[in-house]
């Protein structure tokens, strides 16, 4: 269970709003120059986010270890740093303390097997951005960091456009083709959350989770998303668009230019 | 359960036995006293006859022996009645005085006056015995009675200062549950079996302690050290994902992602259930039912799409409670998504607020369930059901600490679960 308290309440509002940025200028420049530092002990996992990030055309670099961070830290300026908070020569929130005192305005999500209110809420306190428990979908973190960047990057476009497709972010309008579609709360996440894993396979778990948010550790049963996908589809074809959404077989959805 | 007081058991011995001792002392003693004061009795007529004789009252002529008997009213001196040696009965005489039959000792004797051979009889009354018994007696009885206060009195005083520490032990240890954090603490006392009662439990207790917090920190550990292979082996089915897969192979990977997402809910189930039992949810507020599960409808009406349910509220009592509020809302998406899960196609689920209760009622298999066991960690109606057995034993461990009331019950078809605050 993701809640703790009310204090919590907070902190889901600030990822929820995350998820309402979900995506940031979608393939066309921002991710093609992104260049993120991954901090992680595991070597495999931060291997998994490198090849999945990669063919997003981001950037991954990766450290094991509390000193190596700080080195590259130091050296480079990356767009959003991911951040275990244990590592095997120190602590994750004494890079958040370096990183506040060196003035460095990285985004940083921490990733994290240890979770607790405490945890997030020393966290949140230090600095980081957002905070992802272990485990999670590649998908979702994809889209955290690219919600994040664009945070920290927005210089006055709030726009992601997708071929014919251009939602607001603020005013969470969606447009096909200068036509204003109605989607509900959900279908809007639900397409921010494709169009931020373009050309990716989304299993229908990732989506669930993804769609029900703190309810997602609950949910045994993913087939509430299939309706959310139906209606997205025949929303976005009538209003002619391109039918984007490919379903791949048994396995889940794929959002892919035709 | 006829259990007595361990205090009155060894009282009512003292009681028990004193009474039958001087029960069984006081005839004894009477007898006792009686045969010393006829034994004294005997021995002044023996005293008296021996003394008669010295007198030399052998020289006494038979007018003398007339006057003797006239003016001795206890000694007469008789012609002999061939009493061979001294005699003492004891017989029953009438006493013109008191004009009734009192008891006497009677001392028969051969006397030898003037060579002629005469009876000597001396006669006592014992009447001043039975006086003296009676105030025997009376001693006697208020000797019991002091006695018996006094053991009453002091066991009472007993009871208040020497088992104090016991009780205060005792009522401890009744209160003592090894989940709260209430270790007892025993007053000291200076008897030595009570010292060494307390200090055993407080090892007992100390130890048990122990071994039952670093059980729930394993669990808690075990449940977060379980998150980083998770991690890994999710992301590496979302990297599986992305290749080319045939259909076959597809398949596997949508079955991998529903066992790991499995996992994942077990142990973070296992991870809040041992966060409720390490209490770290102590946070109290009011919290409004009704708001909770009318903003979150929407949510569960979506979960509840895919078998068709029908979901109707009456929320018009208003339910506000107080308590955590973040296991409020994990009581009630449990007791929802339960409700949604056991359910049958095109069932129903009916959520009514009452006044202090909380009542969800849905439809599911037309069979009652075992409130003893549904409560208990893993038990599995379903076993091939997806869900882990932990959904329930939440519900129970919040309502628990909460102190709220859960009770599940079976009517007309439908499964009844109604929470009382």
């Keep these: 269970m993701r809640r703790e308290d009310g204090l919590e309440n907070k902190i889901q509002k600030i990822s929820y709003t995350d998820r309402f940025y979900s995506v940031f200028l979608q393939n066309s420049f921002v991710n093609c120059n992104m260049k993120i530092l991954i901090i992680e002990d595991e070597r495999e996992i931060a291997q998994s986010i490198q090849a999945y990030f990669k063919t997003n055309g981001i950037q991954c670099e990766t450290a094991e270890n509390y000193n190596l961070s700080l080195t590259k830290i130091d050296s480079y300026d990356y767009d959003c740093i991911l951040l275990d908070l244990m590592l095997p020569d120190g602590d994750g929130f004494d890079i958040l303390k370096e990183l506040k005192s060196k003035n460095k305005t990285e985004g940083v999500i921490i990733i994290s097997a240890k979770e607790n209110l405490e945890t997030r809420l020393e966290g949140f306190n230090l600095g980081a951005d957002d905070f992802l428990t272990k485990p999670f979908h590649l998908a979702e973190l994809l889209v955290r960091m690219q919600a994040l960047i664009r945070r920290k990057n927005f210089k006055g476009s709030n726009s992601i456009v997708f071929n014919e497709i251009v939602v607001e972010i603020f005013s969470k309008t969606v447009t096909v083709n200068d036509t204003k579609l109605d989607l509900t709360k959900k279908e809007l996440d639900l397409l921010l959350f494709l169009i931020g894993n373009e050309n990716k396979v989304l299993s229908k778990s990732a989506i669930a989770e993804h769609l029900s948010g703190d309810m997602a550790d609950m949910l045994d049963n993913h087939d509430f998303i299939y309706a959310h996908i139906k209606n997205l589809k025949k929303k976005l074809t009538q209003a002619g668009s391109g039918d984007y959404i490919k379903t791949i077989y048994g396995l889940g959805y794929k959002w892919e230019n035709e | 359960m006829n259990n007595k007081k361990l ?25 006792i006293c009686q045969w010393l004061y006829i034994y004294e009795t005997d021995e002044v007529l023996l005293f008296h006859k021996g003394d008669f004789i010295k007198q030399s009252h052998q020289n006494y002529t038979a007018d003398d022996i007339a006057a003797w008997n006239k003016y001795n009213q206890n000694i007469t ?345």
């Design chain 2, 7 to 31: 205090l009155h058991k060894t009282t009512n011995s003292f009681l028990m036995y004193a009474v039958i001792i001087l029960m069984t002392a006081a005839p004894v003693f009477y007898y």
């Design chain 2, 77 to 421: 001196i008789v012609a002999d009645m061939g009493v061979r040696k001294d005699s003492i009965v004891g017989k029953m005489l009438f006493e013109p005085e008191a004009n009734e039959e009192e008891p006497f000792r009677i001392l028969y004797a051969p006397v030898d006056i003037n060579g002629k051979r005469y009876t000597y009889i001396e006669k006592r009354n014992l009447v001043e015995m039975e006086g003296m018994v009676f105030s025997v007696a009376a001693m006697f009885l208020f000797i019991i009675m002091i006695l018996l206060t006094g053991i009453i009195w002091i066991s009472k005083r007993l009871a208040a200062t020497i088992w104090k520490p016991f009780y205060n032990t005792l009522s401890q240890i009744q209160d003592f549950e090894i989940d709260k954090n209430n270790p007892p603490h025993f007053i000291s006392t200076d008897i030595d079996e009570f010292y060494r009662l307390n200090k055993s439990l407080e090892r007992l207790i100390e130890k048990n302690t122990a071994i039952y917090k670093s059980q729930r920190e394993f669990v808690e550990n075990a449940a977060h050290e379980l998150q980083t292979p998770l991690a890994l082996f999710q992301t590496k089915i979302d990297t599986l994902q992305q290749l080319d897969l045939t259909r076959e192979q597809s398949e596997l990977v949508t079955s991998l992602n529903n066992d790991v997402s499995r996992i994942n809910r077990l142990n973070k189930n296992l991870l809040l259930l041992s966060k409720i039992d390490n209490g770290i949810y102590p946070e109290q507020e009011i919290i409004v039912l009704n708001d909770y599960i009318e903003k979150h409808l929407d949510f569960f009406t979506e979960q509840a799409q895919p078998k068709n349910l029908t979901i109707t509220t009456n929320l018009s009592n208003t339910l506000s409670i107080k308590g955590n509020k973040a296991l409020a809302e994990v009581l009630l998406n449990n007791l929802f998504l339960n409700a949604i899960r056991h359910n049958v196609k095109n069932g129903v689920i009916e959520i009514v607020t009452e006044d202090s209760a909380l009542k969800f009622i849905n439809t599911g298999p037309e069979i009652p369930l075992t409130e003893q066991t549904i409560f208990n960690r893993f038990s599995k109606v379903n076993p091939s059901s997806q869900g882990n057995g932990l959904g329930l034993a939440i519900i129970k461990k919040i309502c628990d600490i909460s102190h709220w009331d859960i009770r599940y019950s079976f009517n007309n078809n439908l499964h009844i679960f109604e929470l009382t605050f």
